[in-house]
């Protein structure tokens, strides 16, 4: 880390009293350039509202901030907002809300307008967070964000891989991931155990019909996904998934050119979208 840059947070930091918390997943960044590249992965300009989960001492904000046209930064941890008054007091383009980001109505913070999502994440609710602004259908252009690697690596998954699952084809569904880099724990304040990666993911325009069938979609592969060890046969049937019998899911299988053996990380995003159709048959 530049001395000079972790020297200047530190001190906002002690001068504000402020401890960091392992409960609310903070590792702070200071490095410029990380910064900088972060911005540029999220592709920001002056038409953009960003909306930033978890600013924390508001390093990765103001670099956001001289970007956008503004900032609405969402921060859990009251201790931070007095910090993050004193560093972002030049910035008129910034909204800090001091609330719970699973807590907080997006869609009533922004009307019609262009949303990129940044973030260096709190890790420990990654998937409430990429899930909640995926399927509440949150209308944002892109989503670029900080995450534990191995979280990066589950978001571009693709069948049959061990790291496959439930967030893979969310995702998939909605959006189109490329991770963009790798920070490795040295980049962080405390240094996190684990190595990090930025993933972008760019919203996919739906269709009016995956809109509308999302739920039923994401139903069947939880469901699938809650037993990933047993047969899709089985799990679907031990979910008793839409109320269907042992009977009629092996049926639905059969006509989704399935077989009923089959596990759940064998199948494609659109072997999923076939059986759900098949299924409500
Ligand atoms: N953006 C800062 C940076 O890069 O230096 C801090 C990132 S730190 C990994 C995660 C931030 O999210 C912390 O400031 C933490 O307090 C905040 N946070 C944790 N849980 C949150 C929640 N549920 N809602 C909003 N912010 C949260």
Redesign the pocket.
């Known amino acids: 880390m530049a001395d000079q840059d972790y020297r200047r ?1 530190q001190e906002v930091l002690a001068r504000h009293d402020f401890h960091f ?1 392992k409960k ?7 490095r410029p350039q990380l ?1 900088n590249d972060i911005a540029d992965g999220a592709k920001v300009t002056e038409s953009d509202t960003v909306i ?10 103001r670099v956001l901030a001289e970007r956008a046209k503004r900032v609405i930064a ?4 009251e201790k ?1 907002i007095p910090v993050l008054d004193e560093t972002l007091a030049d910035c008129d383009n910034v909204t800090v809300i001091n ?6 109505d997006l869609d009533e913070l922004v009307s019609d307008e262009s949303v990129k999502v940044v ?7 990654t998937t409430p ?1 990429i899930m909640g602004l995926l399927e509440k259908n949150f209308p944002f252009e892109n989503i670029t964000v ?1 995450v534990q690697k191995e979280v990066a690596e589950r978001m571009e998954a693709v069948a049959g891989s061990k790291d496959y699952g439930a967030l893979s084809l969310a995702v998939e569904y909605y959006t189109r991931p490329q991770i963009l880099f790798y920070v490795p724990p040295e980049y ?2 405390p240094r ?1 155990k684990v190595g990090s990666a930025v993933i972008s993911l760019e919203k996919k325009d739906l269709t009016d019909q995956m809109r509308e069938q999302a739920p039923e979609v994401f139903t069947v592969i939880r469901a699938a996904f809650n037993q990933r060890r047993k047969s899709m046969v089985n799990a679907l049937s031990n979910a008793a998934v839409f109320g269907a019998s042992r009977e009629e899911i092996a049926g639905a299988l059969e006509a989704a050119g399935l077989e009923a053996g089959i596990r759940a990380e064998k199948l494609t995003l659109d072997d999923f979208i076939r059986l759900t159709e098949c299924l409500k048959g």
């Open positions: 947070m918390k609310y997943g903070q590792n702070f960044l200071t910064l930033e989960i978890g600013p924390g001492a508001g390093t990765l904000t969402i921060e859990i941890d931070l609330a719970d980001i699973l807590k907080v973030a260096n994440l709190p890790y420990y609710i967070i900080m962080f304040v996190p």
